[in-house]
């Protein structure tokens, strides 16, 4: 018999937690509830009531979805049967497990203070007897900001925001229920949405998180001079279209097209061959025909006799497709189209100048070709070059790794989109939240992070600077070196002191004979 009591308290509390929330009731809804509210007000007899006109709300129980209600008290036109006057009545219904029935004796004839009243959306309760005319039972005194709904009675009802799930939100900050870039204002009925702004060619994602590149079109605009650029996937991926612009759709609409001016070209012609004869109703396959022979200057290859399909070493293909012209700058592998005094590929051992088509010898090459003090100088430039980018560029940006161009890194410094708001950056370099506070420890922040980069700079060049000390001090002292080593190499230019030798008393006797006998 326990059993039996513990398993029937159980499922009452189960029927209680089933949601008790319903959409707003349609017309076939206030006609189910009309006929045994009719037989209570006007008598017992058979109804089947027909809603004519627009339904009329007076009180709304706020449900906990967005658009559910638990209660209702409306304004309904209607006929008790087909045939009959139409007539207008207030009545209130209620929602249980997603049905709506009416509440006995609340069919009344509207009161006119209640007729095109707005309805009241802060109640708890829409009964007989609570709240006036309006039928409506107040939420509790702290539901007052946002939406000012309940759910309940209690301190604990309240619904003031819809979180962007649609949940009921006791309170108007979104951030616990839907997210940190999520805000409800009463521009948008205080429902959780995200406030997350993105640069052009880019999208909020999925959860509100950050920004997803998505079009190259909207980012960058690369089709220049008027012409359409055409998305594909992967968003980086994209044509110009530029027809009617004049330019040349290789190159993003950027390179005239010019007209080829006529000159006479070889072609060779031949005879036309005669017509197969059928053979046992079968004609002979045709013969291939033979690759076409190269007639056009700086030709490597050629489509006919008389028009280019590629250009040899040293030459570019003209915009008409046909013809080739040379190079006109020593070393110069490949030059920009419409222009041979201007390089796009510099031979073996050169290299373009930097935002210039034009030749430098390589560093390595130099070093081999000059001077040992120079060869230092040199040495010390490319250790600069390599610790230090010196590409100056604009506040918010930086030097890409190969110091050729400038990237953008912070939008906040780069455009201020916040002007004398806190600008607060986010996940990408061109994400960004504007903060309205006075004091927003993130600018300091960045201050500390910009004087930082300022002495890592300065640092890196004095550490270049003392590198290039270095080397030519130990170039001087190698140079002193070597010119001792060769002085103690050469041969000396004095002779040694002529010292008279000693000789025995024989030699004398014999010297002294000989001077007599000579006299």
Not at 29 to 34: G, K, P, R, S, Y
Not at 77 to 100: A, K
Not at 259 to 266: A, K, R
Not at 321 to 335: D, E, F, K, L, M
Request: negative net charge; charged residues 15%; contains cysteine.
């Amino acid at each position: 018999m326990m059993r039996e009591a513990v398993l029937v308290f159980a499922l009452c509390v189960l029927s209680l937690s089933v949601a008790q929330d319903c959409p707003l009731p349609t017309n076939p809804d206030i006609e189910t509830v009309l006929p045994p509210l009719l037989v209570e007000s006007d008598g017992p007899q058979s109804y089947s009531p027909n809603v004519t006109g627009s339904v009329q709300y007076v009180c709304l129980v706020q449900g906990s979805m967005i658009d559910t209600y638990n209660g209702v008290s409306l304004i309904a036109r209607f006929t008790p049967n087909p045939g009959e006057p139409e007539t207008s009545r207030i009545l209130d219904m209620e929602c249980g497990s997603g049905t709506w029935s009416g509440r006995t004796g609340s069919l009344d004839p509207p009161p006119p203070s209640a007729i095109d009243a707005p309805p009241r959306t802060d109640c708890y309760r829409c009964r007989e007897g609570f709240g006036g005319d309006t039928r409506c039972r107040e939420c509790s005194n702290v539901c007052n900001s946002g939406l000012m709904r309940c759910t309940g009675s209690g301190s604990t009802d309240c619904c003031l925001s819809f979180a962007a799930n649609g949940q009921c939100n006791p309170t108007t900050n979104c951030t616990s229920s839907s997210g940190p870039n999520y805000v409800a204002t009463e521009s948008n009925n205080f429902t959780c949405t995200c406030n997350l702004t993105c640069s052009a060619g880019y999208t909020v994602n999925s959860d509100c998180t950050g920004c997803d590149f998505t079009s190259i079109c909207d980012k960058d605009t690369p089709c220049m001079n008027g012409g359409q650029c055409i998305q594909y996937s992967p968003p980086d991926n994209y044509t110009c279209n530029c027809t009617g612009t004049g330019y040349e759709e290789e190159l993003n609409c950027t390179d005239l097209i010019l007209s080829p001016s006529p000159s006479p070209s070889l072609v060779l012609s031949s005879p036309p061959a005669p017509l197969p004869s059928p053979l046992f109703g079968a004609s002979s396959p045709p013969s291939p025909s033979p690759s076409p022979i190269c007639t056009v200057r700086y030709c490597d290859s050629c489509q006919n006799s008389s028009c280019c399909k590629t250009c040899s070493s040293g030459s570019y293909l003209n915009p008409d497709g046909c013809t080739c012209g040379p190079c006109t700058v020593s070393n110069c592998s490949r030059c920009h189209l419409l222009n041979s005094s201007c390089c796009t590929e510099c031979g073996l051992g050169y290299d373009l100048l930097l935002h210039a088509h034009s030749l430098v010898v390589r560093d390595v090459m130099l070093l081999d070709a000059v001077k040992p003090v120079y060869q230092v100088i040199v040495l010390g430039l490319i250790i600069v070059r390599v610790i230090v980018c010196l590409l100056p560029c604009n506040s918010g940006y930086t030097s890409s790794a190969n110091c050729t161009s400038c990237a953008l890194t912070n939008i906040c410094e780069a455009s201020n989109p916040c002007g004398t708001a806190d600008c607060s950056l986010g996940t990408q370099p061109d994400q960004y939240t504007c903060y309205c506070a006075t004091n927003n420890p993130q600018s300091l922040s960045a201050s500390i992070i910009a004087i930082i980069t300022v002495l890592s700079l300065i640092v890196a060049v004095c550490m270049a600077m003392i590198v290039i000390l270095v080397l030519v001090i130990v170039v001087i002292f190698v140079k002193k070196q070597k010119q001792k080593q060769q002085q103690e190499q050469q041969p000396t230019n004095h002779y040694d002191v002529i010292v008279p030798i000693a000789s025995d008393p024989a030699t004398e006797v014999n010297l002294a004979y000989e001077a007599v006998r000579r006299r």
